[in-house]
């Protein structure tokens, strides 16, 4: 969970323009190999332990990152005011196409656990406020502003997440709420 939260940090701080970034470079490296190729493999290790939510997330995002980090290369994308018309559809696209992603992973765990519940709305606003960003001619900062915002709040439930389930399961000193809901049988 932690290399999807620091990734969503990176990107996020690199959204809303922090101390004057203005090129992908550094989240390039970041998304192909920690949200990428590391959080691909934690999905591969959580099938065997039955963990098919948990599987499927990791997997995907960490395909997402790999995915997102060579569409920049491929298209040469270097600022996000250099991007031309084609480069900006194809990152919408990219980016409205997890958008959606992420609203099945959001139908899947908004009657199971609260703080994934959180996550997933969070992340999915953000990719669609991107995705508006690339595809909008007037207000586009704002937007992408915005999406920043809501991926800083992603990271930091994912890294409360990841603290939460680091604690339950080696040190077993307290449990963190993460807000399970337990089914009831009737």
């Not at 969503?8 to 992908?24: A, H, K, M, P």
């Not at 997102?68 to 018309?85: H, K, R, T």
């Amino acid at each position: 969970m932690w290399a999807f939260a620091i990734t969503v940090f990176l990107w996020s701080f690199y959204n809303v323009g922090t101390r004057s970034i203005q090129g992908d470079n550094a989240i390039i490296g970041m998304g192909l190999f920690v949200g990428g190729l590391a959080q691909f493999m934690a999905g591969m290790w959580e099938f065997p332990r039955g963990n098919v939510f948990g599987s499927a997330f990791f997997t995907l995002y960490g395909a997402f990152w790999i995915s997102y980090a060579a569409s920049l290369l491929v298209l040469g994308v270097n600022s996000f005011d250099s991007e031309g018309p084609v480069q900006r559809d194809a990152i919408g696209l990219l980016l409205i196409i997890w958008f959606i992603v992420t609203c099945f992973f959001f139908m899947g765990v908004v009657t199971r656990n609260i703080s994934f519940a959180l996550l997933t709305f969070f992340w999915g606003l953000s990719y669609l406020l991107l995705a508006c960003s690339y595809w909008s001619s007037r207000g586009k900062q704002n937007l992408r502003d915005a999406g920043g915002a809501f991926g800083f709040v992603t990271a930091v439930i994912a890294l409360y997440i990841g603290l939460s389930e680091l604690h339950d399961s080696e040190y077993n000193l307290f449990r963190m709420p993460t807000g399970t809901i337990r089914r009831t049988q009737a």
